[in-house]
């Protein structure tokens, strides 16, 4: 099995011209980690060959914002990419992180009216499920 690691940004709090925020992809046996996802990260995705809609696992390491800052748009780009009317089952994201998380995208999400068009699903570092977006932006 071959992995492929991919340096979005190492620009740690503040970024460059030439070092975005922290964000890292991981590509391995058909999966595609996103480790963190600092602001600037749907940019330096477009400038890589990897493709957002194929993130399938999302893990923010803490709350800080030069690690989470760009999760709300990423989301509402994967979003505005998936189309509603094909009738297919839609891959779920799983996204990991500390506690504060899940509010912290519920509250962006909420504030801006964004609607994603797709399963999102949280769930902390024990893997304990913290929020799923299908269910919990419907109400």
Known sequence: MSMDMTFLGTGSAY??????????????????????????????????QLRAGRI??????????????????LLCTVSLNTNPDIQQSLKCVDIYGPLGLR?????TL??????LLF???GRSKANILLFNFRTELKT
């Open 15 to 48: 970024p460059s011209p030439h070092r975005g925020a922290s964000a890292v992809v991981l590509r391995t046996g058909g999966e595609c980690w996103l480790f963190d996802c600092g602001e600037g990260t749907q940019t330096q995705l477009m400038k890589s």
């Open 56 to 73: 399938n696992k999302v893990f923010i390491s803490h709350l800080h914002g030069d690690h989470l800052f760009g999760l709300p748009g």
């Open 103 to 107: 509010k912290f995208l519920r509250v």
């Open 110 to 115: 909420g504030l801006t009216g964004s609607q």
């Open 119 to 121: 399963p999102y699903a």
